[in-house]
């Protein structure tokens, strides 16, 4: 048998074991919690507002001339979950590469920031942006221009990491 | 064997349910007998279960209320780490243990950072030892509010799960601002952390720390003298010392039964050399034993939290050793041999020497350790996950033999099995 006395409830005094009182001090308990402060966000009115810190949905960055990326596929080669795809392609500016194809597959993504970590660009980037509703798995694929942000909506996450990486 | 059609998967069904009431069966067969009133019942418990904290299930063999035996059946949640973790290079795979104990991902985040250093042999700097146990620790609290909070829910105090969870919201806040995530952290990387905290975190820290306590206690009030709780809890599920060994139970399970064994102390890892803490055990051996246990425990860590806060050093997060270690991001940018030591670490991986390394920790529920064999590349040639919510399963028969079936659900709840881990 594998009932063994426990020492514990014996402890108990008599105005325990009769158990009005805790009813009575439960009840107490219930009402002073009804006036005190609620901890809930009623999220869709009030949203969260995240840290420079959170790592939302990768984005490339944007600068004047287009995008940072040289399609060296650092970032794709590093992706535990391979969700980007990226097929370089050549030009005749100063930059020699860059991506004809940029693609990153949000249902695989993972946002496990590995891509921001590696890319020898600063190319790629979390952005803040944590609302990812999609209607269908091909709106799911983000192409290079919904990928592409400008640089001055990311100056926070350039900023934390060029203070903390 | 592929297995392709109807009839072979009914062949694997039929053996495996064959092995497991062969298992159920192991004393007596009094189920064959003729007269309905005389024989046992078999109930499936799980694995849809919502007391099973996941997909755990278990076939009881009953006699009236009374369990005769009980038989957890794993895998439901198998996705195969062990196998991916054969086709990606180390660092690859550090996501991939947020997955493990999706109950506490920082502790295992800092398991494979700590057994990966151990393979390649080397050994991250101080600041990022003392921050490993900090997120460890915090880790270890977040992980407990759970288990504290679940075991009072599978008994209907449901005030107590909200109480805790609010707790560990708060730890998750704190984690985003660290590491950038709730819950998939990925905070550890190999050769340190992946950044460095700021002060005002730190100060967050700090400033959670102190209220902590006081409403941690105020949770536990709510049921620590309870008749109804301690009736229920009380006796139930013993685990004798002798069994718990025998059977490879860790953490709150074994030292519930009052076995002295954790990991901190016993083989020192990161910085607990350096800190005063107690281990807590409990004799009693039964499910209220393993709460108390888990309870007593988060006041030691908030303990660890404050003598780490106090000692934090100041320095490098990450060691500097391009050949094994990804260089700093402002390195990359400005110099050619760090770029080029980028490239080559993330297309072939670090590589160890040959051989086998083990490396454990002791993670919130028990010794979590990865077995890395290396073959001499970036990937490792097998790397075996020893979790410690597939042993502590094993006790489950143990400790249900001769419990009612109500009390099952508190058996359970009490060794907080994480399948994730425990079927990885
Ligand atoms: S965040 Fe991680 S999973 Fe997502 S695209 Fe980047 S590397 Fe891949
Ligand atoms: S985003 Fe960065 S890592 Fe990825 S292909 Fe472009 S430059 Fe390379």
């Known amino acids: 048998m594998n009932i063994k006395h426990n020492i514990e409830s014996d402890r108990l005094t008599f105005w325990e074991k009769i158990y009005i009182p805790e009813i009575a001090k439960g009840l107490a308990s219930t009402f002073k919690t009804m006036f005190q402060p609620k901890f809930t966000r009623s999220y869709p009115e009030e949203k969260m507002v995240p840290s420079p810190s959170f790592r939302g949905r990768p984005v490339l960055v944007q600068e004047e001339e287009g995008g940072r990326c040289v399609a060296c596929g650092l970032c794709s080669r590093v992706c535990p979950a391979l969700a980007i795809e990226v097929q370089p392609a050549e030009t005749d500016k100063e930059k020699e590469r860059f991506p004809k194809v940029f693609e990153i597959n949000m249902l695989r993504c993972i946002f496990c920031g590995f891509c921001e970590e590696v890319c020898p660009e600063e190319a790629i980037v979390m952005s803040q942006d944590y609302e990812l509703v999609f209607t269908s798995q091909e709106d799911a694929i983000l192409p290079k221009e919904k990928l592409l942000v400008p640089i001055k909506n990311l100056q926070d996450r350039l900023e934390w990491l060029r203070q903390y990486r | 064997m592929n297995v392709t059609s109807k009839s072979q998967i009914e062949e694997i069904n039929r053996i495996r349910n064959h092995k497991l009431y062969k298992e159920l069966m192991s004393q007596d067969v009094s189920l064959y007998m003729n007269d309905a009133l005389e024989n046992d019942l078999i109930l499936n418990m799980g694995p849809q279960h919502p007391a099973t904290h996941g997909v755990l299930r278990v076939v009881l063999r009953l006699d009236g209320e009374t369990i005769i035996n009980a038989v957890p059946e794993l895998g439901y949640l198998h996705r195969g780490y062990e196998k991916l973790a054969e086709n990606a290079t180390y660092h690859e795979f ?39 146990t900090l997120v460890a620790e915090m880790a270890r609290i977040s992980s407990h509010l759970m288990a504290i909070g679940s075991t009072c829910l599978d008994l209907g105090a449901m005030t107590v799960f909200l109480w805790t969870f609010i707790e560990r ?8 601002e660290i590491c950038g995530a709730r819950f998939t952290t ?24 102190d ?12 049921v620590d003298r309870n008749r109804i ?35 901190r102390k016993d083989n020192p890892y990161l910085v607990y050399e350096q800190i005063d803490f107690n281990i807590i055990t409990l004799n009693d051996g039964d499910t209220l034993a393993r709460y108390m246990v888990r309870v007593k425990e988060m006041y030691e860590s908030a303990k660890i939290l404050h003598q780490i806060l106090d000692k934090l050093p100041q320095g490098e997060v990450k060691l500097n050793q391009p050949k094994k270690v990804l260089p700093n991001k402002s390195e990359i940018y400005t110099k050619m041999e760090e770029l080029i030591h980028d490239f080559m670490l993330i297309n072939y991986g670090a ?46 028969s143990e400790m249900a033999r001769g419990s009612m079936i109500a009390d099952m659900v508190v058996i359970i709840g009490s060794v907080d099995p994480i399948m994730g881990e425990a079927d990885k």
């Open chain 2, 94 to 132: 550090i996501p991939h243990t947020d997955r493990l104990d999706y109950i506490s991902p920082m502790s295992n985040n800092v398991a494979i950072a700590l057994a990966i250093e151990n393979a390649l042999g080397i050994e991250a700097p101080p600041r990022a030892q003392w921050i490993r």
């Open chain 2, 211 to 222: 209220e902590f306590p006081a409403l941690l206690k105020k949770a536990e009030a709510l």
């Open chain 2, 229 to 263: 709780f301690i009736d229920r809890m009380a006796g139930v599920g013993y685990l004798s010392k002798e069994r718990a060994i025998a059977l490879g139970a860790s953490g709150p399970t074994l030292r519930g039964s009052g076995v002295p064994r954790d990991l």
């Open chain 2, 169 to 176: 919201e708060k730890l998750y806040d704190l984690f985003q």
């Open chain 2, 186 to 209: 990925s905070y550890s990387r190999i050769g340190g952390v992946a950044n460095d905290i700021p002060d005002n975190v730190i100060n967050g820290i700090r400033k959670w720390l």
């Open chain 2, 351 to 396: 590589a160890p020497e040959k051989g086998e390394t083990y490396t454990a920790i002791e993670s919130p529920k028990g010794e979590l350790g990865f077995f890395i064999v290396s073959d001499g590349t970036g990937q490792p040639w097998k790397l075996k996950i020893h979790s410690p919510s597939a042993t502590n399963l094993q006790t489950l």
